[in-house]
């Protein structure tokens, strides 16, 4: 099985050594060449287009980080669309609203191919490590075609309904991620500024049932002051962007979301938006005048 991988960054690249250490050929594109250059270093066969790629390639995969550059790679000129074939599977990895999704399966059966939305969680760390949850929707026979390729990518791999379905869920999830991490850094900046030592209250609290996944990641992070962007500020921020837009469209009321939405923005509006989005804990502790520090981090 040959597959294609558009789109290199902080997940593409990793997922496309993933596929090459499980013996696939894969075939990658991206927008700027130096990704493309390494990984053809690496064992890849480089690609110029979306299209060259589905011309090589029996599943391709995309990992793309806006709405507008899917469309693009599946839409536009020399794009997956135009060049796909029947039989062969397409594979949208990127966190897009559902009615993209369905549109671009829409668009994929008219030329006898399959399409997957099929978004990751897991980071940059789950991405190297193969261990992604991997949120799918299309039919099931596509999904059970293109089941090699995801036990490449990912350990927790769900099939989660129709077109659609998978970037429904991942919306959720984003949702959670955000009014979580808000609410991790509220809570602890509160608690250190009450005198508590941050150690002890992720020791207590992530057995108890205050604590969470957001909790236990964010944490020892900021206790080290380590705010290198693995899940960046901005991209949780397109993300609630996409959430907001279907919540409009469904009547649905996100009032938390819309909270989490302003503390994010706070961030970024502090110059935070490209570091991780454990940076959210720096406003709330200027505000507060206290730093969440573990014992052996430096000073500022």
Do not use: C
Not at 68 to 75: D, G, I, N, P, Q
Not at 144 to 150: D, G, I, N, R
């Amino acid at each position: 099985m040959r597959v294609g991988v558009i789109g290199l960054g902080k997940m593409g690249k990793p997922m496309t050594r993933n596929l090459l250490k499980a013996g696939f050929t894969v075939v990658v594109h991206n927008r700027s060449r130096g990704p493309v250059d390494e990984l053809a270093r690496e064992g890849a066969v480089a690609a110029w287009s979306p299209a060259e790629v589905a011309q090589q390639a029996d599943v391709v995969v995309t990992s793309l980080p806006t709405p507008a550059s899917v469309e693009e790679v599946y839409l536009g000129e020399n794009g997956l669309i135009g060049a796909a074939r029947p039989g062969q599977v397409l594979i949208d990895t990127s966190t897009v609203s559902p009615g993209l999704s369905r549109r671009l399966y829409a668009a994929a059966k008219e030329r006898a191919a399959g399409f997957l939305d099929a978004p990751v969680s897991g980071g940059p760390a789950g991405a190297e490590s193969a261990t992604l949850t991997i949120m799918v929707g299309g039919d099931a026979e596509v999904v059970e075609q293109a089941m090699p390729v995801f036990q490449a990518l990912g350990k927790n791999i769900h099939h989660v309904g129709p077109s659609g379905a998978g970037s429904v869920v991942k919306l959720v999830n984003q949702l959670l991620v955000a009014i979580n991490m808000a609410g991790v850094a509220e809570a602890i900046v509160f608690g250190v500024k009450a005198g508590a030592d941050p150690q002890v209250l992720l020791d207590v609290i992530k057995t108890s049932f205050g604590g969470s996944r957001m909790l236990e990641r964010a944490l020892p992070l900021v206790m080290e002051r380590q705010f290198q962007p693995g899940t960046p500020v901005n991209l949780i921020l397109k993300d609630l962007g996409l959430i907001h837009e279907v919540g409009k469209e469904l009547d649905t009321r996100l009032l938390l979301g819309a909270l989490a939405q302003e503390v994010f923005k706070e961030a970024r509006a502090a110059g935070f938006g490209d570091e991780d989005m454990v940076a959210l804990f720096k406003p709330v502790e200027r505000l507060a005048g206290v730093e969440v520090r573990g014992r052996g981090a430096g000073a500022a």
